[in-house]
């Protein structure tokens, strides 16, 4: 499922993941909410921060693979958009900002670290020198988090996660004692851990860096940690990290076929182009007919017309009677005219 607003009906939800399209930390009222939602129903919140661009990525990449006439171009495309990312956003941030899930400090430049190191859990099957990540920023999580992803010679977290402790007393109210005079109830019982899980960025976790072999296995472990149990699962795109709150559910309006470029485009023409030939072949009053022209002096056709007059009247014997006048007048007629009667 995935919404654009927070709501209450996401107490529903067992895990959020939000990778919010914003650099700054979450504002106090959406840090409040997905809190005390962790608090109240939910077991995971995945935050992703913003400090990454694939595209440096995607170059690097594309130069290995190119002709050596066509690396300059490669190289020079790549260096405009890092310039374009620390020259116009990077640059223009706060360098260190901070809110209860972390504090980052921003160093103003891009580091590439193929070395990790943390928990055997996200490592399992990984070859921890041979992976590919990259950091805009140094990370600082809370005092109480558990750092389960280092990248880098001087270690610098990655992925931490901070337990969630709730007290049902809180929620639900002192509970009695039964009969046997012991205070077991079904609402006691050891729950789920819950987390809060901030990712220093998504350079594991997205399209262009899933391409590689060791970022796959450490995205699957990540999948894994969140434990076997189904999990509804809620993803929030959102443009900005002061995210609105409402009481009704708001979903992404159109289909996520219709949003993802550059197939939306092609859809909507080709719907278009359909839309034109439907009216080119098949018109309102239908397709376009010559019509049959008839001749005004056939008398036969009066005799038709007269005919079926007579038919629609659904009176045998008044027809009977007209016919009979005409073949009586028309004797006389001939009578006159001094002519044999038919």
Aim: net charge negative; proline share 8%; charged share 25%.
């Amino acid at each position: 499922t995935v919404r654009t607003r927070l709501s209450y009906d996401l107490y529903e939800a067992d895990c959020i993941i939000w990778a919010p399209d914003a650099f700054s930390p979450p504002s106090e009222e959406t840090r409040k909410f997905l809190d005390d939602w962790l608090d109240i129903s939910g077991y995971h919140l995945i935050f992703i921060g913003r400090e990454y661009s694939a595209f440096p990525y995607y170059y690097e990449s594309v130069a290995t693979v190119v002709d050596d006439s066509r690396q300059q171009a490669v190289y020079q495309a790549e260096a405009e958009t890092q310039a374009a990312i620390f020259g116009t956003v990077v640059e223009s941030l706060p360098q260190k900002e901070e809110c209860p899930w972390y504090s980052v400090h921003r160093t103003g430049r891009r580091r590439v670290l193929r070395r990790v190191d943390g928990s055997p859990q996200l490592l399992r099957g990984v070859d921890r020198n041979n992976v590919h990540l990259e950091l805009y920023a140094q990370w600082k999580p809370p005092e109480d988090a558990e750092i389960l992803l280092t990248a880098g010679p001087d270690n610098a977290p990655f992925v931490f996660r901070t337990p969630i402790e709730s007290d049902p007393a809180s929620l639900w109210g002192p509970l009695e004692a039964d009969e046997g005079g012991t205070s077991d109830s079904p609402l006691l019982e050891e729950a789920p851990p819950t987390y809060r899980w901030v990712i220093a960025n998504g350079s594991f976790l997205f399209n262009v860096p899933l391409v590689d072999h060791e970022n796959r296995r450490l995205a699957a472990n990540l999948i894994d940690a969140l434990g076997d149990e189904p999990l509804n699962i809620v993803i929030l795109e959102t443009k900005t990290t002061d995210v609105p709150i409402g009481d009704e559910t708001t979903q992404s309006e159109s289909p996520g076929i219709f949003r993802a470029y550059p197939l939306n485009w092609i859809l909507i023409h080709w719907t278009a182009v359909a839309v034109l030939v439907l009216f080119m072949r098949y018109p309102l009053f239908g397709k376009p007919q010559d019509l049959t022209t008839k001749a005004s002096t056939d008398f036969g056709q009066h005799v038709v017309a007269l005919a079926d007059l007579l038919r629609r009247t659904r009176d045998a014997a008044f027809a009977q009677e007209c016919v009979d006048l005409w073949l009586s007048r028309r004797k006389r007629q001939k009578i006159a005219e001094g002519s044999p009667p038919d």
